[in-house]
């Protein structure tokens, strides 16, 4: 029987050892440290077994039994830590530092038997079967590691089991099955053992053969269930499908973590020991925002902590564009507001000079028809028509009207009247009608943006070379077009839009655009060294 034992034994040994060596390679997480311990902790436990029962005397018997505990008493804590971390489940850290210490307390009282009566009360050897059993006293220590083992596999079961009753992806429910099994199986041996159902067990510690068959199952989900991998699988592929850009560094400030996106935005990290790139560090100490690929980021920093302290920082580049594309309406409105103000006071303003204009003259043809009816009572026709012909010559001339659409009206006469006042040759065939589709007020202040803008890159030009032409057509359809003299070639962005990098320009072309995209229509501006011209039709 003994060399049966023996060589089980020797064949778990190899097991473990290679098991250790597979969880070695790949440890990268909490998870695969409890699982690495808890295989050395077997393999310490089988080796001090095997000792034992090749002992020859008493005294040899106990000090392989204190080499075994000395993995032995860890077994059940790392495995039910294990099962903790696989699950995902926030243990208290002060449980943990109190299970350390009575664990480690325990172990102190296995390596001082002999001395107290903590753990044995009494030891001795016999023979059994060819094999020397040591037989002994259970003391309060033996009792509490029994009853806190039964406290893991219980504990353990609850959190397995609730995890694989929640999980909905198959692979890690299979995972969690195979290590639920393997539990099971070391917990059944352990439970025989203690019980001494079997009269096997008073000669053979079956719990060993529990640890054997736990180990073959947790290879089996290592090799068949990436045990060791899913975690971080599932970690990798839920972060690498944010829509934010993440990159983590450590205290010193070298990359040690990156998704997709992060990699993407700055290829460079993947270098061995890089460091912080440094856009992304001026974009953190300066303006924040980040453009890649059309879309606007945002920066946010922060420090990272595990339960020791900061171990590093983590740079999030958050996706702002929408946010971005609201606030730049919100400028835009505020913009149109503030035109819609300007133009309206603009118009009282004409109004005002309207009536002025109108009472001025009035009053002057008062006096000139008072003046008219004395010189032809008095028989003077000659010199009355003289008087006529000159005040004819000096009548003012009336207001133009360029449309009947009242608002568009006096948006084009108040910035023709401003681009002749800047020498500027306007040439204008419009026909748009009392009553349009669209919202003639907006429509107004984009008329007027179009044509400060282009009153605006007349003015670089000499004055022979000045020119504005306005066309408008309105049948069910507006089609509006503006062309204007410019000293050099305006720059498009990828879109075919004008843009500018000074800060406050910028937001009259997206007031524009908005209004298009609100009406459903269609703008293309044409850029040429010595003119520019913007086509718009709208809905």
């Keep these: 029987m003994q060399t049966y034992v023996v060589s089980i034994l020797y064949c778990s040994i190899i097991i473990l050892f290679l098991e250790c060596y597979t969880v070695f390679k790949n440890m990268n997480s909490k998870c695969h440290q409890y699982l690495f311990f808890c295989c050395v902790a077997m393999l310490v436990n089988n080796i001090g077994y095997l000792l034992g029962i090749q002992a020859t005397s008493l005294e040899s018997r106990v000090l392989a039994v204190k080499f075994s505990y000395a993995g032995r008493v860890w077994i059940a804590y790392t495995l039910f830590m294990f099962a903790i971390e696989l699950c995902q489940v926030n243990f208290p850290r002060i449980a943990k530092e109190v299970l350390l210490f009575m664990h480690a307390s325990i172990y102190m009282s296995v390596l001082t038997v002999g001395k107290h009566h903590l753990y044995y009360t009494w030891v001795e050897c016999v023979y059994e079967d060819g094999i020397i059993v040591l037989k002994h006293g259970c003391g309060v220590f033996y009792h509490i590691l029994m009853f806190v083992q039964v406290l893991y596999i219980i504990l353990g079961f609850y959190v397995l089991l609730s995890t694989y009753k929640d999980m909905q992806n198959p692979i890690i429910k299979k995972c969690l099955k ?57 970690k990798d592929y839920i972060i690498d499908g944010l829509s934010e850009g993440i990159i983590a560094v450590d205290m010193v400030g070298k990359v040690k973590y990156y998704n997709k996106l992060g990699l993407k935005m700055f290829p460079e990290i993947v270098k061995p020991n890089a460091g912080l790139p440094s856009p992304l560090a001026e974009l953190v100490n300066g ?165 400060e803008n282009a009153i605006n890159a007349c003015k670089d030009v000499p004055y022979a070379k000045r020119f504005i032409h306005i066309k408008a057509i309105y049948k069910e359809q507006l089609l509006f077009e503006i062309e204007n003299s410019c000293a050099s070639k305006v720059p498009l962005d990828e879109n075919g839009n004008p843009f500018s990098n000074e800060v406050g320009h910028g937001i009259g072309t997206k007031s524009v655009l908005s209004f298009v995209e609100e009406t459903g229509g269609f703008i293309k501006y044409e850029s040429k060294d010595a003119s520019f011209k913007v086509r718009m039709i709208l809905n």
């Design 287 to 451: 303006n924040n925002e980040y453009t890649f690929n059309n879309r606007i980021y945002v920066i946010e920093k922060n420090a990272l902590y595990n339960e020791y302290g900061v171990v590093g920082d983590i740079y999030v580049l958050a996706d702002a564009t929408a946010l971005k594309e609201k606030e730049n309406k919100l400028k835009a409105d505020a913009q149109l507001y503030q035109l819609a103000a300007k133009t309206m006071n603009e118009r009282l303003l004409l109004a005002e000079e309207f009536v002025k204009q109108d009472r001025k003259l009035r009053h002057d043809r008062r006096h000139f028809e008072a003046l008219l009816m004395t010189l032809l009572q008095d028989g003077n026709v000659d010199e009355a028509k003289k008087y006529l012909s000159e005040q004819l010559a000096e009548e003012p001339k009336t207001a133009q009207r360029y449309c009947d659409n009242t608002t568009i009206n006096v948006a084009l006469m108040y910035y023709v009247n401003a681009a002749e006042k800047n020498n500027i040759s306007v040439e204008t065939n419009i026909s748009i009608p009392a009553t349009i589709s669209m919202d003639d007020l907006h429509l107004g202040i984009v008329v007027a943006n179009l044509l």
């Design 178 to 234: 195979t290590v639920t099994l393997a539990i099971l199986s070391l917990s059944i041996f352990y439970i025989v053992q203690i019980t001494h159902i079997f009269p096997i067990s008073r000669v053979f510690d079956l719990s060993v053969i529990g640890n054997i068959v736990l180990v073959v199952l947790l290879y089996v989900a290592i090799v068949r269930c990436n045990l060791l991998s899913f975690i971080e699988l599932a």
